[in-house]
């Protein structure tokens, strides 16, 4: 029996989903269907025996592009959750930094109803983790969330399953690739306005970098770290975070000249009382550090792990493809598990 | 009911994994005892109920000092391997770069006689993949041995369960802390003998150098490595292999110069025709490869994964206790499945 699927937002990242399973073979009975689809610009689309994989594939990013494939409309995404037709939602929307909503909720709704979440949403992890956790382990479903830090970069799964008997008591890391993007044009003497505009121009950053480049997307991230790790319930507005705007190509140049890289790091914790401590900002690493050599848009997380000292793990923070993996990581983790 | 151990080799690795289980509070009933040890230097002993732990983390490392501990006496490890009283064989004893023997007959034997194994020795493992785990998978026992390659990181680990879905077609991977010392040190003007003659003082280096610094020890790992993720069966001497002896303080440094660096890079790929290609050799590096950076006796392996792209692992590569850590992970991976 296939595992039937529900997809909430398609933008690139559950598109490139339905490209990776078609390519994996993984399309069709005894593997994934996909029978629901909803997305608050495309609309939604639905087949109880699973939507033609072609027809998702070939959907344009035009207002109400899915209307062509079926009859059946879903309201909103709370609408698909409640379908009997769906095992497993996949959230792949919007973030929303300040409270993780609607996707929160819509995550809670979904394993309230028996359904299993895969969700690559920051917002959900950041803000619900304990909650949802807790809710999915009371309902025996699977709450997985691979891409919500480092897209497929398998960290999330590191920890869960990699590190039997060790004790992770603080990470360090990198892990907003627009910011790092930024300070290494910046170590090339380009001012902070130009390097940003530059990262704009390639797609690295948003119209509004705020979230980049002020820490924001750090502190979710490390939210969801320092909350997987420690089984605290830290929020992300909890966490002291400063950006890079206050540096200057002369003081990325004068670390380099000291043998040192300036980074945004966000790292946490946990403190000999028993409490803990999260922050986001920048700070000057020595080059020996396995962060100071992490460059562009890659990604990279130092576990401090007792036995064994600092595990550091490195690769794509972000991508269409990269992200979509994350999904189909967690999928095929589902499927183990029936 | 506790697993029951038996320990062949009572060097510093299964000492230190006789403290860590201690401190872990794994070691007693519910958990882990150890039944049995033997050592070609430091003799045997033996207590069905489970060795008392004090005695074992007090024995000296004289000749037959285990033998305060017991009556019972084990003339080889092929006796302990044949003892209904033991569960798992921890094997941690000399690696054969030759044939991998006598550990490899040893495994083959354990798992014969129904016993699960545990190696950090890379001889067995690098001549007896496909066999051992083949007779594992007959036997339904589990052959595991994290710590033959990169001590307690998770790198075998991360390749078995941290990736589903993905394809791994390739690594390239420092695997040698003692010539990566080296070649850091040869960066500083100093020569190949003075740098080695240092590892040595520092106990990094053994006194006879050849397998660290010709790629010996390397290859071993480079045959675990492809031999696990391609399936295949390449012997450790079928790979092309040479180290860092023809390197000069001035090779290194010119490279430096050129923002680039000298590795002693260990490597396997799956070529489009389904052939596979593995070799051993010093490499200059560009300075912005994640592996450019990894100094001293830090080992990291790139993961070239479809989709996804590199992922990078950096961590320790050997010591005591990061071994015995890879003893305790996959011990751990044993009780989980019972």
């Known amino acids: 029996v296939a595992l039937r699927l529900g997809l909430i937002g398609f933008g690139g990242v559950n598109r490139a989903l339905v490209d990776l399973l078609q390519s994996r073979g993984l399309s069709g009975n005894g593997e994934f269907i996909i029978t629901a689809v909803y997305d608050l610009r495309s609309g ?151 390097a940003l505009k530059e990262a704009q121009s390639k797609g690295y950053a948003e119209a509004d970098p705020t979230a980049d480049i002020e820490g924001a997307d750090v502190a979710l991230k490390v939210a969801i770290l320092a909350n997987l790790l420690f089984g605290t319930d830290i929020r992300p507005h909890e966490i002291s975070c400063s950006g890079i705007s206050g540096l200057t190509p002369e003081m990325a140049i004068a670390a380099r000249e000291d043998g040192m890289r300036w980074k945004l790091i966000g790292q946490a914790s946990r403190l000999e009382d028993g409490s803990y401590r999260a922050q986001v900002g920048a700070m000057k690493l020595m080059d020996r550090d396995p962060l100071a050599s992490v460059n562009g848009v890659t990604n990279a997380i130092t576990l401090l792990c007792d036995p064994l000292g600092p595990v550091t793990i490195c690769g794509p923070g972000a991508g269409r493809v990269e992200t979509a993996y994350a999904i189909l990581s967690d999928l095929l983790d589902i499927a183990s598990h029936i």
């Open 44 to 194: 939604s689309a639905f087949d109880r025996n699973g939507i033609d994989f072609a027809a998702l594939s070939s959907a344009g990013t035009e207002s109400d592009a899915l209307h062509a494939i079926s009859e059946h409309r879903f309201t909103d995404g709370g609408d698909l959750v409640g379908s009997d037709a769906v095992d497993v939602i996949v959230e792949a929307s919007y973030t929303n930094a300040e409270s993780g909503e609607p996707a929160l909720s819509l995550c809670r709704r979904a394993l309230d109803a028996g359904k299993h979440v895969v969700t690559t949403n920051k917002g959900p992890v950041a803000f619900g983790l304990r909650d949802l956790t807790g809710l999915a382990k009371v309902k025996r479903k699977d709450f997985l969330f691979e891409g919500a830090v480092m897209s497929g970069t398998p960290v999330l799964r590191t920890i869960r399953n990699c590190l039997p008997g060790a004790r992770v008591n603080g990470f360090r890391a990198i892990l907003n690739g627009t910011s790092n993007y930024i300070l290494a044009r910046m170590e090339s003497g380009q001012s902070f306005p130009d």
